[in-house]
């Protein structure tokens, strides 16, 4: 009997040894979603059983290495398994994946009678609900890509892929939202995985320039400053403007030495203008958040701005609201800090995505740059040139110095100087030029542009 008993015990700790090493092998630990091992098993034999509408979806947390860094491991593993959690809700259990840090993928069948694009649109704001952890309000942004799954046009493993590619092209577009898989997608993967062997090269070969655009008070006429914008100089690419380059040097975090580089040109350039006598001129340098949420980011600034002699106060930094929205609990300190030192702050194309009036009266901002979306035919669009006149107003009454971006025609120009006390930028009042002729604006016009015209085309 004892005998008996003893054999069974064994037998049965062998078959929960055998389910438990089962389960660590096609389980994600952290939040119990089964695991990468366990999607490239199940996708063929879902769309073996699945004859109707399967679609995979990758799901990607924004920003995540930042959010760990920034708030702790502890936090963020918690974070996760909100997400999970809520995903399950969403698509059941069982048909979410957690195949790498912060990506999830989904697949199912989308048999809802609603249009995909409804669909996904519900699930993207149900996903962007805030997250209560730890006795707080945890806001995330997440993108998607997706693959509809036509049975027997590629292999399953093709469509997850189509799916990832999506979710790619979602990021390099700004990240908030999703996008169905196109054909197109496919040359994309190639052009960034060219664009990141070379940037490397780029900045031991230092092929960046500073380009600069003046940004000028409407009512006077007066150039108040420049923008520094990069410029990159390929030999293999040619001329690379920002928006083709700036995300991938932040997931390689290229842009710290980057950044850095332009803040020192940017600098010494206003210094120089400065010291021949137009003291009031400030310059505006773009920050990515990869910059901002470094440690050593504050001291950096302070370096340069000592190295070179600037006085704080005419250096402004445009953050989008993007970061300082969303990243808005990590980087408060900082925002303030900074602002302690004389610095301004500018949030960068104000309207683009999500940030709401509550956000703006939080954070510790000077200026609010209004997207040239809104700026775009907005006299010809009754609604949206409402919403600039809106917009300009909160923004004045709130206190923020006011600047419109892309103003490209005299009609949009003579318009918004009906404001007192607004500046705008844009092609109409000049494009971004180099170095040597925005000195050549200045010394020749001094700090009043309103006669001025810029006679080569630089973009
Ligand atoms: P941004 O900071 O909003 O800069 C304004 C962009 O609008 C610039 O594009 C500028 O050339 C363009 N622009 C100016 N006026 C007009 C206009 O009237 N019409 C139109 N259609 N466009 C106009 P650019 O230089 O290609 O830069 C794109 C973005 O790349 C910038 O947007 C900024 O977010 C980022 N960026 C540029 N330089 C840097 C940098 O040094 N560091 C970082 N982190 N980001 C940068
Ligand atoms: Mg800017
Ligand atoms: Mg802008």
């Known amino acids: 009997m004892k005998r008996l008993l003893k054999e069974l015990l064994n037998r049965f700790r062998k078959e929960d040894s055998i389910k438990s090493l089962d389960y660590y092998i096609y389980h994600d630990n952290l939040t119990g979603l089964p ?31 930042l959010i760990s860094d920034s708030m702790g491991p502890n936090f963020a593993d918690e974070l996760l398994q909100n997400v999970a959690s809520r995903l399950n809700k969403i698509f059941g259990a069982g048909n979410v994946y957690r195949i790498d840090e912060a990506e999830y993928v989904v697949i199912y069948d989308h048999n809802s009678g609603k249009d995909l694009s409804e669909s996904l649109t519900l699930v993207f704001s149900q996903l962007k609900k805030p997250y209560e952890i730890r006795r ?19 292999t399953p493993q093709e469509y997850l892929e189509c799916a990832q590619r999506a979710l790619e092209d979602t990021q390099r577009r700004g990240r908030n939202g999703f996008l169905i898989y196109k054909e197109y997608m496919d040359e994309l993967v190639k052009e960034k995985m060219q664009i990141e062997k070379l940037l490397h090269k780029a900045v031991e070969n230092r092929e960046f320039e500073v380009y600069y ?104 930094l445009e953050m989008t609201e993007e970061i300082l929205t969303e990243s808005y609990d990590m980087v408060k300190e900082k925002l303030i800090s900074l602002k302690q030192k004389g610095i301004k702050i500018a949030m960068d194309d104000f309207g683009k995505n999500y940030s709401t009036l509550d956000v703006l009266s939080r954070l510790p901002i000077n200026t609010l740059k209004i997207d040239k979306v809104f700026i775009e035919n907005f006299l010809q669009d009754k609604p949206k040139q409402l919403i600039t006149d809106l917009i300009i107003s909160i923004g004045k009454k709130m206190g923020f110095e006011v600047l419109a971006e892309g103003v490209e025609t005299r009609e949009q120009y003579e318009y918004l100087k009906k404001y007192e006390n607004i500046k705008a930028q844009g092609f109409y009042i000049s494009k971004p030029v180099p170095i040597e002729h925005a000195e050549k604006i200045v010394r020749k016009y001094g700090p009043n542009i309103i006669n001025w015209k810029l006679s080569c085309d630089y973009r």
């Open 213 to 316: 655009q003046p940004q000028m008070i409407l009512e006077s006429g007066k150039i108040s400053g420049f923008e520094a914008l990069l410029r990159w100089n390929s030999p293999e690419l040619g001329f690379v403007y920002p928006d083709q380059f700036i995300r991938i040097a932040e997931e390689n975090r290229l842009i710290i030495p980057i950044g850095e580089f332009v803040l020192k040109k940017a600098c010494s350039f206003l210094k120089k203008l400065h010291r021949i006598g137009y003291k009031n001129l400030s310059i505006a340098v773009n920050v990515s958040n990869v910059q901002l949420l470094n440690d050593g980011f504050i001291n950096g600034v302070l370096d340069i701005l000592e190295k070179t002699g600037l006085n704080p106060d005419k250096l402004v």
């Open 136 to 154: 707080s309000k945890m806001y995330i942004n997440v993108s998607m890509g997706v693959a509809p799954c036509r049975n027997g046009e590629k």
């Open 35 to 65: 695991n990468k091992t366990s999607l490239m098993e199940d996708l063929p034999l879902y769309f073996n059983c699945i004859k109707e509408n399967p679609v995979i979806i990758a799901i990607d947390i924004n920003h995540f290495k």
